[in-house]
C-alpha cells in the first residue's frame, strides 16, 4: 500500500524488539522497513530505507540514542523519531528532544497510544506525555552544569573522595571544592549525597 507509514525499530533488546515488530505489523497502515540493534546500524539501515517515522530506544551499544538521531538528521533533516524508552530523567528527555526527537514515550504505554502518536509524528506533530512534558520543564528551569562541574558530579557518583577528583582532573582541590558548592547549588541539594541521587534520576550521569 503506498500510504503505509514505513516504520525503522531501533532497539537492543532483540525480545522488545521482536515484540514491536509483530505488534506494528498488525497494523494495516504501517509497514517495517528495518530493524536493528545499535546506532551504527541503524544510521547504515536508515540510509538504504529511509523510514517516515523511527523508534529509537535511548540506551544503545556502538552509539547512543540521542547521538544516533543527530547523525541521522544532519543527514536527513527532516528524518521523525519517537524515543521509546524506560529512561525518564529529565536529561534524557533533554539531550533526545534537542537531537531532533519529535516524541517521547515510556515502554509499557499501551499500543494504542504508540500508533496515535507514530501518526502525530508522520503528520508533523510533536507528542509529549505530560508526565515528560513537566520534567523537561524542571530542566529547563534548571541551570546548567559546566562541563567541568559534570566531571566532578561523575566522580561524586563514584564514590571518590576530593583529593582522588582532586588528582583525576589535575586541579586543587580547593578548586574541587568550589566546583561542588557551585553544582549543590544549581541542583538544589545540601549534599555529595543528595548530589549523587538527584544526578542519577535525572539521567545526569550514567549509572549502570
Known amino acids: 500500500m503506498a500510504d503505509r507509514i514505513r516504520i525503522m525499530l531501533v532497539e537492543d533488546h532483540q525480545v522488545v ?8 505489523s498488525t497494523m494495516d497502515d504501517l509497514e517495517i522497513v528495518g530493524s536493528v540493534g545499535d546506532g551504527l546500524e541503524a544510521i547504515e539501515t536508515f540510509r538504504k530505507v529511509e523510514p517516515n517515522v523511527t523508534l529509537i530506544d535511548l540506551q544503545l551499544p556502538k552509539l547512543g540514542g ?5 547523525q541521522i538528521r544532519t543527514e536527513f533533516p527532516q528524518a521523525r523519531f519517537i524515543v521509546l524508552t524506560t529512561f525518564d530523567g529529565d536529561e534524557d528527555i ?4 534537542q537531537a531532533g526527537a519529535r516524541a517521547y514515550l515510556l515502554k509499557g504505554m499501551p499500543l494504542e497510544e504508540l ?3 507514530i501518526h502525530a509524528v508522520h503528520n508533523g506533530k510533536l507528542h509529549i506525555p505530560s508526565s515528560v512534558a513537566e520534567k523537561l520543564a524542571e530542566r529547563l528551569s534548571g541551570q546548567e552544569l559546566t562541563p567541568r562541574e559534570l566531571s566532578v558530579l561523575e566522580r561524586i557518583v563514584a564514590g571518590r573522595a576530593n583529593k582522588e577528583i582532586s588528582a583525576d582532573l ?11 558548592n557551585s553544582l549543590l547549588g544549581k541542583l538544589g541539594v ?4 543528595h548530589a549523587a541521587t538527584v544526578a542519577i534520576q535525572r539521567g545526569l550521569v550514567s549509572h549502570r
Do not use: C, M, N, P
Not at 524488539?17 to 506494528?24: F, S
Not at 540521542?66 to 543527530?70: F, G, K, L, Q
Not at 589535575?170 to 561542588?180: C, D, R
Not at 545540601?190 to 549525597?193: E, I, K, L, N, P
Open 66 to 70: 540521542a547521538d544516533t538521531i543527530r
Open 115 to 117: 500508533v496515535t502518536t
Open 17 to 24: 524488539r521482536q515484540g514491536l515488530v509483530a505488534l506494528l
Open 190 to 193: 545540601a549534599d555529595r549525597t
Open 170 to 180: 589535575s586541579i586543587s582541590e580547593a578548586t574541587v571544592k568550589t566546583h561542588i
Open 94 to 97: 533533554y539531550r533526545a528532544l
